[in-house]
């Protein structure tokens, strides 16, 4: 059960709301495309009609992943602005929040077309480390072609989803296990295979963008380490944050979706370095500490505070995490460190996390709560 504690009166409505969200709803965009740690719709929904944004304001989520919380400030008609390190995040977001050009679906089936009758030409395979032990040749060449097809479009939104389609099939294609786990298995995917689970992928986004009409322009995505990100690179000012920060030594995003990124022309290892969190800046040999994710996490509230509007909330969800074999309470670290930014703290819920939702770093995987911490900047 979902526990409440509320510093100031004025916050007593957030009493009313189920934080634990038993049945929570299902949300048809989440679903184009695998993401670790994503929230569930309702956090950001029912922060966004409890707290409110000024008008003029945006709604900013300087971890957005999936782009949950932008989607959400899009529906409540805010505008919002979402950054992340992770072009896979970014990408999701941005197909999830822009317009669905209507000939997506046509096209996406003449890509699968040529993909088909050109395959088993000559086709430019990207390079891959270890290419040939995570993907079958045929699989490899019918990834290639439909890649082929997919640079040949011009129009940004159109391309976006189609490689979205790509890169939500990528690890199912290949020889990996699963999403999260590492090992390779001999898979029998042909290249057949590859081509129809792209059509299938298509006309999912298709089906989900077609029961989410949305607001052209309400939303800004930058992909950019949030350390590097200053207030001067925002054209307006924030009136509600709500984020989950990656947590010290817990998920990997940038290992989630390493065959993605090379495949779509990123640098997998480029992002593994300046991803907070990842496990291992904390488990080489004098690696990373606690104190040095409250210094990043400090970095991050000194760009809050510039572009916050006073009056504005900051809302940071958070778990605990385990460094070296000790507990961390981020939590904590995240109310000391709002606190010497000024910002006050006028609610704390402590959630129950749904067994559904439970993470493959089994360290971190017997944690079972979360907390949301609300803060006034005054
Ligand atoms: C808990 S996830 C956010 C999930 C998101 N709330 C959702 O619903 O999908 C944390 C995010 O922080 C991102 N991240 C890690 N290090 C970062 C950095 N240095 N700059 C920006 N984003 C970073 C990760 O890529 C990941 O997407």
Redesign the pocket.
Known sequence: MSHIEIFDSRYARLKAVDWDFTDASQDSLASIHP?P???IPDIPRELISGLGCDKGAVIL?????????LLEAQRAGFESVG????PI?CLISSVKTKELPPEFLPVAHDVYEQAKNTFDGYVDIPTIPNLDHWFKPDVQKALSSLLTHIDEQSDVNLKNALKLALSSIIVRVSNQESDTRYAAIDNNYTANDVLESFLTACNKIHEAKKRNSVNLECSKIFN????SVLASDFDKPVGLVI????YPNA?E?WLYHKFRMWWLGFDPIQVRT????ARPHYQKKNGQTEEDFRKQMSSVFDLLSDVLLSGGHVCFVVGRSVIKGKIVDNAELIRNVAENHKMVLVANIEREIAATKKSFNLKYGKIKTENILIFRKD
Do not use: K, M, V
């Open positions: 993401y740690a994503r929230f989520d300087p971890f957005c992943g999936s782009g949950t919380t950054i992340d390190l992770n995040a950019q380490d949030i350390l984020t989950s920060p990656p998920y995003y300046f991803e907070i969190g």
